[in-house]
């Protein structure tokens, strides 16, 4: 059982940066991909980014290539999204997801609701 808590969402003009934060409880965190996704008012849940259980293999959606890095602190129970150059349309609410078993790519391509484990949500708004 892996509970998630994301944190670090906020307000920030476009061009901004933020960084979020997903903390983790339970010893097997270590072993789950760990994924980045965003739903904005009236869309489908989206796929952001994803980081391997190792911290060794990446995938990121093409809207967020180059401006979003993933990252994971195995220690600390904690992944990471910094977000650079950000911009109106990454408005939303950014879920952090983990699952184990699977490539970072596999949680790239398959359906978002496939997750095992969910936090709560932390709330990005990027004015123009």
């Known amino acids: 059982q892996v509970q998630l808590v994301e944190s670090g969402g906020g307000l920030v003009q476009a061009g901004g940066s933020l960084r979020l934060s997903c903390a983790a409880s339970?010893?097997?965190?270590?072993?789950?991909?760990v994924g980045w996704f965003r739903q904005a008012p009236g869309k489908d849940r989206e796929f952001v980014a994803a980081?391997?259980?190792?911290?060794?293999?990446?995938h990121y959606a093409d809207s967020v290539k180059g401006r979003f890095t993933i990252s994971r602190d195995n220690a600390k129970n904690t992944a990471y999204l910094q977000m650079n150059d950000l911009k109106p349309e990454d408005t939303a609410v950014y879920y952090c997801?983990?699952?184990?078993?699977?490539?970072?790519?596999?949680?790239?391509?398959?359906?978002?609701?496939?997750?095992?484990?969910w936090g709560q949500g932390t709330q990005v708004t990027v004015s123009s």
């Open positions: 997801a983990a699952t184990p078993g699977v490539t970072a790519m596999h949680m790239a391509v398959t359906n978002p609701h496939d997750n095992d484990y």
């Open positions: 339970g010893h097997t965190f270590s072993t789950y991909t």
């Open positions: 980081i391997s259980w190792t911290g060794g293999s990446f």
